[in-house]
């Protein structure tokens, strides 16, 4: 599909009439691609790991913003994505091994699920990381069936028809960075927004402006977005970007970045938060658009 299709595509208006999906999945820069290959009415919410510890409020949100007349969700299915080589399970890995430090947030947030998991000393840490990657896909799966029942509990939203399902992908499978002469100059970055409802232009704008194969994505509700920056930082991200649409978002907005700043700074203290609005991305791609009407809108 090409970039001036798109823009002016308006057959998409009854999209909010049928079943919705929720995608949730690590913000991994390598899996950005995969992410944006999904059609249909989905909404993705994307963090460190895709660990729904930190998502109760988000899920919540969402099965909220999804109820039908009958009182039933119009959620019909939870998928939750894992992969190999997740640098969040990594940190979570060396903390249980006792060779890495951890703040109590992180311990907290992320470590203590995994307190079952019993590490094979007589394997190596790459064969105790795939044993810890199966592991993590079933446990999320658990913690979605729990979250699904509290909200039933709490709100009275019939949430017992949601599937559950869960898969774990093979990252080197969708690692394009190889592939991209510019990817080692670019600086990793980490985009701040909320969950990213597709087919929306946002996660393509959002490419038009950056190396898709050095961008984190985090994409959770406002209230959670402290939860899983700092596991960012930790490996290395360098600028974070809160998103924003309109002025008046200027206030949650703030409170955001001082959230973010907060949680990044434990970790990085030369690392650059700011806030970025999505109408100077806009104002690009339509630039784009004009200039070369023929431009790909995915950055393969």
């Known amino acids: 599909m090409l970039l001036s299709e798109f823009w002016y595509d308006e057959s ?8 919705v999906d929720l995608y949730i999945g690590c913000g991994d820069r390598r899996l950005n691609e995969l992410f944006d290959s999904y059609e249909g009415n989905i909404i993705f919410i994307r963090n460190a790991a895709g660990n729904l510890k930190t998502l109760e409020k988000t899920i919540e949100n969402k099965v909220r913003e999804n109820v039908k007349s ?13 992969h190999t080589d997740c640098g969040a399970l990594g940190i979570a890995l060396g903390n249980l091994m006792g060779t890495e430090q951890v703040s109590i947030q992180m311990r907290e947030t992320l470590v203590n699920q995994y307190k079952n ?20 896909v079933i446990k999320q799966k658990s913690n979605a069936k729990e979250i ?4 039933h509990a709490n709100t009275g ?27 080692e100059k670019e600086d990793y970055i980490a985009i701040v927004g909320d969950p990213i409802h597709i087919p929306n232009y946002l996660n393509i704008a959002l490419q038009a402006k950056v190396n898709p194969y050095s961008m984190y994505c985090f994409s959770v509700d406002r209230n ?10 930790k490996l290395g991200v360098e600028k974070f970007y809160v998103i924003y649409e309109h002025e008046s978002e200027l206030p949650q907005v703030s409170n955001r970045l001082a959230q973010v700043e907060e949680s990044v700074k434990m970790v990085r203290k030369d690392a650059q938060v ?16 004009r200039k070369n009407p023929e431009v790909r809108i995915r950055a393969v």
């Open 12 to 19: 998409m208006a009854d999209i909010e009439e049928k079943p």
């Open 70 to 82: 009958d009182g039933t969700s119009n959620i019909r299915k939870i998928k939750i994505f894992g």
């Open 117 to 136: 998991f019993k590490i094979d000393y007589e394997l190596s840490r790459g064969e105790n990381a795939r044993r810890l990657e199966k592991f993590h």
């Open 148 to 151: 699904l029942g509290k909200i």
């Open 157 to 183: 939203i019939d949430t017992t028809k949601i599937s559950v399902k869960s898969a774990l992908l093979q990252t080197h499978k969708h690692d394009k960075t190889e592939t991209q002469l510019n990817c």
């Open 224 to 233: 959670e977005c402290a939860g899983g920056v700092e596991i960012y930082a």
């Open 274 to 289: 700011s806030s970025l609005k999505i109408e100077d991305i806009k104002r690009e791609l339509r630039t784009q658009v």
